[in-house]
């Protein structure tokens, strides 16, 4: 798939998100994103520091759009953005980076796609649910959201992954 | 090469903690509630951090600090002899009760500048001399117990015997009303020091407080030496009472020297 077609698809994703933050709000201890697995897909040639802009001003606009916090899922996103090719080298190794090739289930494999995910997904609700409790939130609470947000989270972003990851696209 | 790598990741932190620093600033100004989680996170770092720099701050003001303890120790010293003399007074003198006289002992504080340890004959060097009022013939002592006597003084400085020398001995009394003896250095160990010539007929029991007696003209009574331990008897006369020492002779710094202003009158009567 063509470059620009990575692009619309993170596009349109994007929208889901937006229609996801504002309507998909059932129960306070889930919360559905998929805004970290959209970041970890970006394509290996994008480096960390055009990453990272891309993810807060995609936060930024998650968060202007819809009816969360200005800042909030900013604040999450860039971390993963800046944590990515951390995660990338130790799930899949160096390769990738050696061959500038993006992962994918088919090529990777699910379980270390999955692992990848989770991390990545981990990552931007122990910021966002830390940032959004301001410390006035029990423990038992976070930690409830987090699992529940993290498992939702995870299997709606394997949705996700089938149009962001190169092999699918082809 | 390996600059290369380092340059770019550089770059990365820092538009990672700029990014980061906007969004909490986003995050502050659009929520009340994470505005203030946000000031109290920063005052709680701000207070660590400058709680840390204070306390690296205060380690290298140990120096001064000493110093003013050691000034505020010898004042302190000076209220607690005064306080002693007028209790003695009133134990002594019912119908002068509440006239309370000075204690008659001028108090300077000095700090050791030189000390030997490691012979019979040891002695100490303080860094206070006559320009700072220290005259021969006075005691030094600290909140422990006593530490030598002046011997001779410059301009500047002080040479004492100290407390760990053959030739030194100080007049001790076992408890507030025990008998009085010669205290010396058991010239062994560092805290070890032996009560002598006391009268067989003064009870005690190891544990008690060995004083100062008093009897000195150098040193003011009732400054607390050491404990008591185990007795022999000498020549069927006397007793010689083990002491073991409150003053720990290798962690000395700042001293008090104390000089009795009636020591030239009082020897006066001495022939």
């Given at each position: ?85 951390g ?11 050696a ?15 999955a ?35 993290l498992?939702a ?13 190169p092999?699918?696209?082809? | 090469?390996?600059s ?6 550089l770059?990365?932190i ?11 600033q ?8 994470q505005?203030?989680?946000i ?61 309370v006289r ?15 340890r ?5 002695y ?5 001399g ?5 005259q ?41 009303e ?22 067989l ?18 040193f ?22 083990e ?29």
């Amino acid at each position: 798939m063509k470059k620009t077609g990575f692009w619309l698809i993170y596009l349109l994703l994007l929208v889901a998100q937006l229609l996801l933050s504002t309507y998909a709000n059932f129960t306070p201890y889930v919360m559905v994103t998929l805004l970290p697995v959209m970041v970890l897909c970006i394509p290996i040639r994008v480096g960390t520091t055009l990453a990272m802009l891309i993810a807060f001003a995609s936060g930024l606009a998650v968060d202007a759009l819809s009816e969360g916090i200005l800042g909030l899922n900013a604040l999450a996103l860039v971390p993963v953005a800046f944590a990515r090719f951390g995660i990338i080298r130790l799930i899949f190794g160096g390769e990738l980076f050696a061959r500038e090739e993006d992962f994918s289930v088919h090529r990777s494999g699910f379980w270390k796609v999955a692992i990848a995910v989770v991390l990545s997904t981990a990552l931007f609700l122990l910021v966002y649910i830390w940032a959004d409790g301001a410390g006035t939130r029990p423990l038992l609470f976070n930690a409830l959201r987090f699992a529940g947000s993290l498992a939702a989270s995870t299997a709606l972003s394997f949705l996700a992954i089938d149009p962001l990851a190169p092999d699918s696209r082809k | 090469m390996r600059s290369r790598k380092v340059l770019p990741r550089l770059i990365s932190i820092a538009i990672f903690i700029l990014l980061e620093v906007a969004s909490l600033q986003l995050l502050s100004s659009n929520a009340d509630l994470q505005r203030l989680w946000i000031n109290k996170s920063i005052h709680g770092f701000m207070g660590t951090v400058w709680g840390s720099t204070q306390r690296v701050q205060n380690f290298f003001r140990l120096g001064a600090t000493n110093k003013e303890l050691a000034q505020e120790n010898a004042q302190l010293l000076k209220e607690l002899m005064t306080a002693r003399e007028a209790l003695r007074q009133a134990r002594t003198d019912t119908m002068r009760s509440g006239v309370v006289r000075d204690t008659g002992f001028v108090i300077i504080p000095a700090e050791v500048v030189k000390m030997s340890r490691n012979t019979q004959h040891n002695y100490l060097i303080l860094n206070r001399g006559y320009e700072d009022g220290i005259q021969e013939k006075s005691g030094i002592i600290t909140r422990n117990g006593v530490v030598g006597m002046i011997d001779a003084v410059s301009a500047h400085h002080a040479y004492a015997f100290s407390f760990q020398n053959a030739d030194i001995s100080i007049s001790a009394r076992l408890g507030q009303e025990g008998g009085t003896g010669l205290l010396v250095w058991d010239g062994k160990t560092s805290r070890g020091a032996i009560l002598k010539e006391i009268p067989l007929q003064y009870k005690y029991n190891p544990g008690d407080t060995v004083f100062t007696s008093g009897h000195s003209l150098l040193f003011p009574p009732d400054i607390p030496l050491g404990v008591a331990g185990n007795s022999r008897i000498i020549n069927g006369a006397t007793n010689e009472i083990e002491v073991n020492l409150f003053q720990d002779f290798s962690a000395i710094r700042y001293v008090s020297v104390v000089h009795n202003t009636a020591f030239d009158e009082i020897e006066e009567f001495v022939p």
